[in-house]
């Protein structure tokens, strides 16, 4: 079922969606992270704003919404697997954290992802969310930008009207569960300088 919120009439391109949605239209929703459509996603901490991490184009509109420096962006990760092929970390770490609450702070290695994620050194965040949303992230099967709803240095996304509109006319779909009152993901470093 679409959700409609006739307050945000001006975002017209932007599809609001709930999980029902989502589970009826699989493939239609991993095809868009694949192309690099901009999400609004919920995971198991806040809202997202994502896109698929290896298109240039896609990583550098998010930076343009969040109105963001040359800070880098953390990534969901398709699955462990992926993490371990191409971030420098070992699988008990991995198995320890993930999925869950959790941003780890690793060196890319083989890592493929846009040079935009993190343009300043070698290092990334990845994380597995625990959450339902993450399933489409491993169907499309490609890393995928994980940083919170809001312009660069406000107050993150609890409820859909806390967006502005600046960001909600940039976004293809919103998949919206509610209002979600939590934390980021908790920060470990788990490399060497």
């Given amino acids: 079922m679409e959700v409609q919120i006739l307050s945000r009439a001006p975002c017209i391109n ?3 969606i709930d999980r029902a949605y989502v589970e009826a239209h699989t493939e239609e929703i991993a095809e868009a992270i694949i192309r690099g459509d901009i999400f609004i996603y919920p995971t198991d901490t806040i809202y997202g704003l994502g896109c698929n991490a290896l298109l240039d184009t896609s990583v550098i509109k998010i930076r343009e919404i969040k109105k963001r420096d040359t800070r880098p962006f953390s990534i969901a990760a398709p699955s462990k697997e992926w993490i371990e092929e191409n971030c420098e970390i070992d699988r008990k770490t991995i198995d320890k954290y993930l999925p869950g609450p959790y941003t780890l702070f690793v060196r890319r290695g083989n890592s493929k992802v846009s040079c935009e994620v993190n343009f300043k050194d070698d290092t990334i965040g990845v994380r597995i969310p625990k959450h ?3 399933s ?10 994980s940083t919170s709803v809001n312009l660069s240095g406000e107050r993150h996304m609890e409820k859909l009207e806390d967006v502005e509109e600046s960001i909600l006319n940039q976004v293809d779909y919103c998949v919206y569960e509610g209002q979600k009152i939590g934390e980021s993901s908790e920060k470990i470093k788990v490399y060497n300088q």
Wanted: charged letters at 5%.
């Fill in 14 to 16: 932007m599809k609001i």
């Fill in 132 to 134: 339902w949303f993450a």
């Fill in 136 to 145: 489409l992230i491993s169907q499309a099967g490609v890393p995928f930008v």
